[in-house]
């Protein structure tokens, strides 16, 4: 069983507040990763970390941030909420090496209203 | 660029049958592995089976296996003797580059087992 957490499973915040979503994994793994996903569509990356202070954009732009300053936590914050910004956020991790699966969260449900 | 194809929307089987999921995928790596993962519809990504474009044999897990085509550009999941607890979405994925687990998904399908 994969040993990674996401908090709040759901959240439903007004427009403009600010947001982090929380993502925490105790595998031990270098690489994380944000997914956004659309009820019924396919998952896109927005973030990814290779490890401690190493953050990159994934091919999906966003305007949210990320952070790495330790392995096993890698917060999403969006500074001002929006409408365009209710998806599903999944967080995900693999160890580093030759190609490994990587371990999902159960995701963020947010609506911004 | 990476491009993954997943042709079925939707799909209906009865459970205790087998059912094959299509995914036809596009890279221009030498080197490359595919993914499969099951989505419940409480939201978590469940890894099911992975290949590597440099298996000989075709990869095996349990109910689940890998019809993996190269000279097609396909790997079909089948999933034998289907059970209720299937009924979920199913993406096939590709990293990004070989060694790279940034993925790329395909849209998936939504796969509903009936009784």
């Known amino acids: 069983e994969a040993d990674i957490y996401q908090t709040p499973r759901y959240l439903v915040i007004g427009t403009g507040k600010k947001i982090t979503l929380e993502c925490s994994q105790t595998?031990?793994?270098?690489?994380m990763y944000w997914y956004q996903q659309d009820p019924g569509m396919e998952l896109h990356l927005i973030h990814y970390?290779?490890?401690?202070?190493?953050?990159e954009k994934g091919d999906l732009s966003s305007e949210s941030t990320v952070s790495r300053i330790r392995t096993e936590h890698f917060p999403l914050t969006l500074e001002s909420a929006r409408p365009s910004h209710t998806s599903q956020y999944l967080c995900?991790?693999?160890?580093?090496?030759?190609?490994?699966?990587?371990?999902f969260g159960q995701g963020t449900r947010l609506t911004v209203v | 660029a990476q491009k993954i194809t997943q042709t079925q929307p939707g799909m209906f089987v009865q459970e205790k049958e087998a059912v094959t999921l299509d995914c036809t995928y596009d890279?221009?790596?030498?080197?490359?592995?595919l993914f499969w993962y099951k989505q419940p519809s409480s939201g978590e990504m469940i890894f099911l089976i992975y290949?590597?474009?440099?298996?000989?044999q075709n990869a095996t897990e349990g109910r689940y296996s890998l019809n993996f085509q190269k000279a097609r550009k396909s790997a079909n999941l089948v999933i034998s003797a289907s059970q209720l607890g299937d009924s979920a979405m199913y993406f096939c994925?590709?990293?990004?580059?070989?060694?790279?687990?940034?993925?790329?998904f395909g849209t998936g399908t939504r796969l509903t087992i009936i009784p």
């Open positions: 995900a991790s693999s160890k580093t090496g030759l190609i490994s699966e990587a371990f």
């Open positions: 595998m031990g793994h270098d690489k």
């Open positions: 970390s290779y490890g401690v202070n190493s953050t």
């Open positions: 890279t221009s790596d030498q080197s490359y592995g």
């Open positions: 290949q590597g474009s440099y298996d000989e």
């Open positions: 994925a590709l990293p990004s580059n070989f060694g790279n687990e940034k993925l790329t």
